[in-house]
């Protein structure tokens, strides 16, 4: 029986998307192609566009946006983790601000930040990074593992 249960449980997460293919499928019949396409008719737009030179350079760009992003997060979050592991009075600086930051709602920042560094790629940059930072648990999270490595005290 518990074989059975195992089996079964490897399959849900393509059942799931099978329905989703379906309701999907289903909806888009009641609206015009133009409001909600078929996810056939996405398939063949994605296709199309595969063979396309702006595709694959706006893919590059997406891309190199979100290592920034990651690459900045990583840099900010060590550094600032390893320092409020080592110096307790910048702990106690920081994390306040930390807080507040992930406290705000991300549709909040991304309206701040388009506004802050402009739509060009900054902002894109910036928002990547807040969510890393925040994926990764700010600098409690690196502080532990400045500790785990003999890098804090």
Known sequence: ????????????????????????????????????????????????????????QTLGTTFLRQMAGFTIA???GFGLGCGAGRHPLLYRLIHPLVQLVQSVPPVSWILLVMLWFGV?????????????????????????????YGFCE
């Open 1 to 56: 029986m518990n074989n059975s249960i195992t089996r079964w449980s490897r399959w849900v997460p393509l059942y799931s998307c099978a329905a989703a293919l379906v309701l999907w499928g289903g909806v888009s019949a009641l609206y015009p192609s133009v409001i909600l396409p078929s996810p056939l008719e996405t398939v063949r737009a994605l296709t199309k566009m595969l063979g396309t030179g702006p595709f694959w």
């Open 120 to 148: 060009r790629g900054g902002a894109q940059v910036a928002v990547e990074g807040k969510t890393y930072f925040e994926i990764m648990g700010g600098p409690g999270y690196i502080i532990d593992i400045c500790t785990k």
């Open 74 to 76: 990583c840099i900010v």
